[in-house]
């Protein structure tokens, strides 16, 4: 009984620091009392990946990563810890997943065969490094960009010569007339499918906005140029789409000519089909416009609730 | 031995002592009185560097003890027991442990011998059987007087007494004042008592200093005290005997300005 | 003139008060017996009795956060899960530690002014000096050991108990269910967080304990001192406590 103050304290000290080490590990994912199957691999970039980021196979949660550090040779060691009773055969390889601009990031292991003998506690399993999801998404947006712009210069080009042919006199009209309405085809083909696209490319932002939600303060940083980057893109196509407006109106302009034109070319007023078409390409162009307008604004308020973290 | 030497302190731009030297020699007892507020408690304060003068030293067995390191000085306050004018027990703890204290800290005797030592200082001062009780559980008197006990457990060199018998009843404080004499005596003790009561003075002191306005407007022996023609003093040391010596003028004295 | 600039210098005579007070503490002690014994006394007072009280703010706390945290991140975007990965993190690096500052400020530090304070105007300071003893380092060093060590201890009781109490909250009220707090508190969970959290507690522990003997050690005036002393105290303390934890937050994340 003379000992009991000390007794208490140093219980509740004793008891603090169990609760302290075992809330550390529940909170990184590691199971609590049993030891865990320890696998070491080596990425070319960790790609944001950090001490406690989820391991996965098949989307199954099966351990966490323990540590990241940088080799000397500037190879990226990573750590992990599995489920104890897992048994991940020779020949399987470890990948990095997720969106490292948003820092949700985790291992994906894919297995051998489940022939192939389990490689040993603290044993080596292969890592390869994949694009990163979201830096492929952004790829892809800028490619789609460029292929907006060849279409549209083309078209500028192909316009332009047009009105030269146009201006000619006694010059055939009629096959200038027919390179018209292919171009003008042509342009409306492209035209649907990139909306199609850059609604893509909106609608990956969106998920990517879903799982920016999910993210706490980590990756303030990259999320920023992130965004500075989708903003550029955002840029990038509205000047793309304000050349193609100057092309629509080289187009009007040309058709102002025909209008105030010769008897032959009066005919061209004849042909409604070109008449729709350009009312239509011109009602797309103002739509795609607006959307590209209005939805980047869109995405970006959403994206402002990650300012609570 | 303990010499305070031209002491002067002011607190707050009012000088408290001004000038002050006492002597203490070894084995002798030292009576300080003066009124209410004269500076008794600040000058024995000083003797233990609780109080650093603004002026003057003081020198305890050879050492200014305002010029020795703290390790040193607390060495040297070893040497002391004091009696605070207040008690000033520890109220965490119980009267067993008050007494207790500087025998646990200091000493390092085993529990058993620790026990009979402050059962015998709680017996000296006539509380045999408080121990288990807190401070805030004892009269005035009572803890003054534990507080005396818990003063001389370690039979210091030097004990310093701040009123010791004011608020007892006269027969505690005659019996507090036959202890005094007796560690006086028995022990060697040298001792500087406060008090106000004159009674006390002549049963213990071997000389008396008497402090008014800031200094010590006289000091000599106990015998010394009557042939004395110091106004002051002999106003003080009156107002006092007529108390001790007959009962009925106690309310006259208080009657006449 | 010279008003104004003893005024002036007045915090810097404080700051080398204070300092020189706990550098006493620690320097040239006596005997470490007695100070065993004292510092486990105050590890009782200071840490175990604070249990409760930490307990339950913290579950309080933990639980408010919760409701209010899914009241305001209410969203088609936002899985359920974000509401653990918002709690847990909050009780570990904030809520946690400066909570239990708080109401620790109130309680431990107003109890130690009051203590030291009163030990002063009724001379038991002076008492122990005059014995020998070296009263700052008697008095002084097991309050800060016992508010250092003991302060963590309740740093770790008050995130388990915040943590537990929001997950009871978010079953309780329909929120989100046990296993989606928990999985929303292990995504986002960076393992250098708790360390933060505990290093929070220590110096939070070290300042209310410190901020209080100072505050207690040299009270002057009394009754009415010792009042003074103990408001103080606790005032003081939570000021130092928001300010240290600006810095921590500034320096260490
Ligand atoms: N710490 C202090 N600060 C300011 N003034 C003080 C302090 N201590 C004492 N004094 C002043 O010094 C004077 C002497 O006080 P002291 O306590 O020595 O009186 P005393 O002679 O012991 O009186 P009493 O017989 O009533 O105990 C008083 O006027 C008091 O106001
Ligand atoms: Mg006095």
């Known amino acids: 009984m003379k000992h009991s103050k000390e007794l208490i304290v140093g219980l509740s000290l004793a008891a603090a620091m169990v609760v302290f080490v075992l809330g550390i590990r529940f909170l990184q994912d590691v199971p609590l009392f049993r030891s865990t199957y320890v696998l070491h691999t080596h990425f070319e970039s960790a790609g944001g990946l950090s001490g406690g980021s989820p391991i996965r196979i098949n989307g199954v949660d099966v351990g966490a990563v323990e540590h990241v550090r940088l080799d000397t040779d500037n190879r990226v060691s990573v750590r992990l810890h599995l489920d104890d009773n897992l048994h991940i055969p020779e020949g399987s390889h470890a990948e990095i997943g997720g969106i490292s601009a948003l820092g949700s990031n985790y291992v994906i292991i894919f297995p051998a065969p489940q022939g192939n003998p389990p490689i040993s506690d603290g044993g080596y399993i292969e890592g390869v490094s994949a694009p990163d999801a979201f830096e492929a998404v952004t790829e892809r947006s800028v490619r789609l960009t460029e292929n907006v712009e060849e279409a549209l210069a083309n078209a500028n080009l192909l316009l332009e010569d047009t009105g030269l042919l146009i201006g000619e006199t006694g010059a055939d009209i009629r096959p200038t007339l027919r390179a018209l309405r292919e171009v003008t085809d042509a342009l409306a083909q492209t035209l649907r499918e990139e909306q199609e696209s850059v609604r893509q490319i909106i609608g990956n932002v969106e998920t990517v906005s879903g799982d920016l939600a999910r993210l706490s303060g980590a990756g303030t940083d990259t999320l920023a140029q992130t965004l500075h980057r989708l903003d550029q893109i955002t840029v990038h196509l509205e000047s793309s789409l304000q050349m193609l407006e100057g092309a629509t109106h080289n187009l009007d302009e040309i058709l102002t000519k025909i209008n105030n034109g010769d008897g032959t070319l009066a005919r061209l007023l004849n042909d409604p089909t070109l008449y729709i078409r350009m009312g239509s390409t011109l009602g797309t162009l103002e739509s795609l416009l607006q959307d590209l307008q209005d939805n980047p604004r869109k995405y970006l308020r959403h994206m402002d609730i990650v300012d609570v973290f | ?257 | ?253």
């Not at chain 2, 003066?34 to 304060?45: A, E, P, Q, T, Y």
């Not at chain 2, 040497?79 to 008690?87: I, M, N």
């Not at chain 2, 005396?148 to 004042?177: F, M, Q």
């Not at chain 3, 009781?157 to 929001?166: L, N, V």
């Open chain 3, 1 to 253: 003139m010279t008003y104004s600039l003893t005024w002036f210098l007045r915090p810097f005579t404080i700051l080398g008060k204070y300092s020189l007070l706990i550098f006493h503490a620690f320097v040239s002690p006596d005997d470490f017996r007695t100070y065993r014994k004292n510092t486990f006394n105050q590890m009782m007072r200071i840490g175990v009795e604070s249990i409760p009280i930490v307990a339950l703010a913290a579950a309080f706390s933990g639980a408010v956060t919760t409701v209010q945290v899914s009241y305001q991140l209410v969203s088609v975007f936002l899985p359920a899960t974000v509401i653990g990965s918002v709690v847990a993190p909050s009780m570990i690096l904030e809520l946690g530690p400066v909570v239990t500052g708080f109401i620790l400020a109130g309680r431990v530090g107003a109890r130690i002014a009051a203590e030291l304070g009163t030990m002063r105007v009724t001379e038991q300071i002076d008492a122990l000096e005059a014995m020998g003893l070296n009263s700052i380092s008697y008095l002084i060093a097991p309050r800060i050991l016992a508010g250092i060590i003991m302060f963590p201890m309740l740093y770790v009781a008050a995130c388990a108990i915040g943590i537990g109490g929001g997950i009871t909250v978010a079953n309780l009220g329909g929120y989100l269910t046990t296993q989606e707090f928990v999985q929303g508190a292990q995504d986002f969970f960076r393992p250098f967080d708790p360390y933060f959290g505990l290093s929070k507690a220590f110096v939070f522990g070290f300042i209310i304990t410190s901020v209080s003997c100072y505050m207690g050690y040299f009270t002057a005036g009394g009754a009415e001192g010792v009042g003074k002393s103990t408001t103080q105290a606790a005032v003081m303390s939570c000021v130092f406590i928001l300010i240290a934890d600006l810095v921590l937050a500034v320096t260490l994340l």
């Open chain 2, 1 to 257: 031995m303990i010499r305070l030497e031209h002491i002067t302190k002011q607190f707050n731009n009012t000088v408290v002592l001004r000038d002050v030297s006492l002597d203490i020699p070894e084995g002798e007892t030292l009576a300080v009185i003066g009124r209410s507020g004269s500076g008794k408690s600040v000058l024995i304060k000083h003797a233990v560097g609780l109080l650093t003068p603004d002026e003057g030293r003081v020198v305890v067995d050879g050492a200014n003890i305002h010029e020795v390191s703290y390790k040193e000085l607390r060495r040297i306050r070893r040497k002391f027991g004091v009696l605070f004018q207040g008690g000033a027990l520890f109220d965490s703890m119980s009267a067993f442990e008050n007494v207790a204290f500087p025998l646990r800290t200091f000493t390092g005797k085993p529990d058993g011998n620790i026990r009979s030592r402050v059962e015998a200082c709680l017996e000296m001062v006539q509380l045999p059987d408080i121990g288990k009780k807190m401070p805030s559980e004892l009269s005035g008197g009572m803890q003054k007087r534990v507080a005396l006990a818990r003063a001389i457990a370690l039979e210091p060199k030097y004990i310093i007494y701040d009123e010791p018998t004011s608020g007892l009843d006269p027969a505690t404080s005659n019996h507090i004042d036959e202890l005094i004499l007796s560690l006086n005596e028995r022990l060697r003790v040298t001792s500087i008592v406060i008090t106000h009561d004159m009674h006390s003075v002549l049963a213990i002191a071997d000389r008396v200093a008497f402090i008014h306005k800031a200094r010590i407007a006289w000091s000599g022996t106990v015998d010394d005290i009557h042939r004395s023609d110091h106004k002051s003093l002999l106003d003080f040391v009156r107002a006092n005997e007529y108390v001790i010596g007959e009962q009925t003028s106690a309310s006259e004295v208080s009657l006449h300005p």
